[in-house]
């Protein structure tokens, strides 16, 4: 009987540290996910992705962006604002409608920095401020080429592995890099039509993201840039 009742806890107890392993390798994994800048993991591919980007809302006076896949043709993201201030806050949508992103831009720190927060889904301005932390925050110090971009956990305190993005109005080109290994993991320029060396219009652009880099992520810091206005 005695045995019985041993081996019956130590069953109960192998279990348990096995349940417990189980949420500290998932915690792990959520952690892992967002030190690599993975908020969407289906959209992060194996291998490299290139997109069109065309500057335009497809409803009626909105602004906005529509999105493809130049692989297959199919709509990736799209965005489209009504309103006045579209510069102040956009939401990033999938092609069915679903938000994934709402970026908003911060007020002015003593006139010399600008900074934008992405938050995750679609809520009140006001409420995702008091309730969650931001997925990343970009930084542009006044004058400059170029924005930091910060990850953060759950908790909103510790800053995870960031990006820096950089751009030249002359050469109509944006570039994101990883910050750590100064890896580049996307770009974007004016996109070329058929004909060799023929550029379309300045609001059809082509964006390049590397194998593993979340597409929304780059899109949502493309958003940012052509939010300085």
């Not at 500290?24 to 959209?43: I, K, N, Q």
């Not at 896949?69 to 309103?83: E, L, P």
């Not at 060799?196 to 958003?223: E, S, W």
């Amino acid at each position: 009987m005695e045995a019985t009742e041993g081996g019956n806890n130590n069953e109960k107890e192998k279990k348990e540290e096995n349940a417990m392993e189980d949420r500290v390798g998932d915690g792990g994994r959520r952690a892992a996910t967002r030190r690599s800048g993975e908020f969407f993991p289906e959209l992060c591919s194996p291998a490299p992705v290139r997109l069109t980007v065309w500057c335009k809302s497809l409803l009626f006076n909105s602004h906005g962006y529509t999105v493809y896949d130049d692989a297959d043709g199919r709509m990736v993201f799209r965005v489209d604002n009504y309103a006045h201030n579209w510069r102040q806050q956009a939401v990033l949508m999938d092609c069915a409608g679903h938000v994934l992103l709402t970026v908003r831009r911060c007020r002015k720190i003593l006139n010399l920095k600008e900074s934008w927060e992405a938050y995750k889904g679609d809520k009140d301005v006001e409420d995702m401020v008091r309730e969650q932390s931001p997925l990343f925050k970009a930084t542009k110090d006044l004058g400059s080429h170029s924005c930091t971009i910060s990850m953060f956990t759950q908790d909103g305190f510790q800053p995870l592995l960031g990006y820096r993005m950089s751009w030249s109005r002359e050469k109509e080109c944006s570039k994101i890099y990883q910050s750590a290994a100064n890896t580049l993991v996307a770009e974007v320029s004016r996109k070329y039509g058929s004909m060799a060396k023929k550029l379309l219009d300045k609001d059809v652009l082509t964006l390049r993201v590397q194998p593993g880099m979340d597409q929304a992520l780059a899109m949502a810091m493309i958003m940012i840039t052509n939010s300085m206005g």
